[in-house]
């Protein structure tokens, strides 16, 4: 199964377990993990479902494709790390 992992950064905020999925893409993916945990949806998502501009989603080490959609397929085996964005200079 596809293991969903939040970094430590988001540990601060919440509780941030690592979940296993057989969803097929991201989406889907997040909709079970977010089920029953309405305030890691929303550090997550915007109120649009929308990923959040502090937010940076990897999957096989890519940087998901889309911030609105979320449609990046999933493998079996797929890693997905959440973690907030950094800025500065």
Same mark, same amino acid.
């Given at each position: 199964?596809?293991?969903?992992?939040?970094? $430590?950064?988001?540990? !601060?905020?919440?509780? %941030?377990?690592?979940?296993?999925?057989?969803? +097929?893409?991201? /989406?889907?993916? *997040? =909709?079970?993990?977010?089920?029953?945990?309405?305030?890691?949806?929303?550090?997550?998502?915007?109120? $649009?479902?929308?990923? !959040?501009?502090?937010? %940076?989603?990897?999957?096989?080490?890519?940087? +998901?494709?889309? /911030?609105?959609? *979320? =449609?990046?397929?999933?493998?079996?085996?797929?890693?997905?790390?959440?973690?907030?964005?950094?800025?500065?200079?």
């Amino acid at each position: 199964m596809a293991q969903i992992i939040f970094t $430590q950064q988001l540990a !601060r905020f919440l509780p %941030v377990p690592e979940l296993s999925t057989q969803a +097929s893409n991201l /989406r889907s993916a *997040l =909709d079970g993990a977010f089920a029953g945990n309405a305030r890691l949806r929303a550090y997550v998502l915007d109120d $649009q479902g929308h990923l !959040r501009e502090n937010v %940076v989603i990897f999957i096989d080490g890519k940087r +998901s494709r889309d /911030r609105v959609l *979320l =449609d990046d397929a999933l493998q079996p085996d797929s890693k997905i790390y959440i973690l907030q964005a950094l800025s500065g200079g």
